[in-house]
């Protein structure tokens, strides 16, 4: 069975700071993919990164950094230098094709204050 | 281009009636995903389409719900005899290709309350 950990449920920072959310995933399979989305107060998930098991390189976008080690089964994503405008609720997702869905974590509500 | 949209974005409906939702996904992609977002349940899995079929339908809640994808893109969820505990936004995605780990693009969602 998949499974998705996001054992942080709310995280308020002050802006600039940097911040990690945690995501811890379950699965028996050796090919599997890994996903963020962004899920603003407007409501619709906004898709940031997919990341597939045989690549374990970290990944930089602006911002953003994701650190993907399969010894933890852990995809974690660091916001540097926090901004109000990344004031949203982060899922983490697995995805494997034995079942062909999307197993979210309960995702993380982050706050960045001004 | 265009994303994945959803009608109505808001239903309020009495118990015991029925309901339709309505999904509209990227132009091309054949995969097409319906995902129920709740307090209390997170975000679970409903159903998916390969094309206008639906090998999984295991993720359903009951019996009163169904759905169905014609032409190989609109797709509606229905729910009948809606309950209290049907209230929750419903969420469709879609991706280029199913098999393939294809990114899911999200669509604005639909909220239902029952009252």
């Known amino acids: 069975a998949q499974k998705v950990t996001q054992a942080q449920t709310e995280i308020s920072v002050v802006e600039k700071e940097d911040v990690t959310l945690d995501c811890v995933y379950e699965?028996?399979?050796?090919?599997?993919?890994l996903f963020w989305y962004k899920q603003p107060p407007s409501g619709e998930l906004v898709f940031l990164i997919r990341?597939?098991?045989?690549?374990?390189q970290n990944e930089i976008s602006g911002r953003y950094s994701w650190n993907f080690q399969k010894s933890t089964s852990s995809f974690n994503f660091t916001i540097t230098a926090s901004q109000v405008v990344d004031s949203a609720v982060y899922f983490c997702?697995?995805?494997?094709?034995?079942?062909?869905?999307?197993?979210f974590g309960k995702g993380i509500t982050l706050s960045v204050r001004p | 281009g265009a994303g994945v949209s959803q009608s109505p974005s808001n239903k309020v409906t009495e118990k015991g009636k029925d309901v339709e939702l309505r999904c509209d996904p990227i132009?091309?992609?054949?995969?097409l995903y319906w995902y129920r977002q709740s307090l209390g349940q997170g975000l679970e899995f409903l159903i998916y389409f390969q094309g206008n079929s639906a090998p999984d339908k295991s993720g359903l809640p009951s019996d009163r719900f169904s759905a169905e994808r014609t032409g190989g893109s609109v797709s509606t969820l229905t729910i009948q005899r809606t309950q209290q505990e049907d209230s929750a936004v419903y969420l469709c995605a879609s991706s280029l290709e199913w098999y393939s780990a294809d990114t899911q693009y999200f669509g604005p969602g639909t909220r239902l309350t029952v009252l």
């Open positions: 132009s091309g992609h054949t995969a």
């Open positions: 990341r597939n098991s045989f690549d374990e």
């Open positions: 699965t028996r399979d050796t090919t599997y993919y």
């Open positions: 997702a697995l995805y494997t094709g034995a079942n062909s869905k999307l197993t």
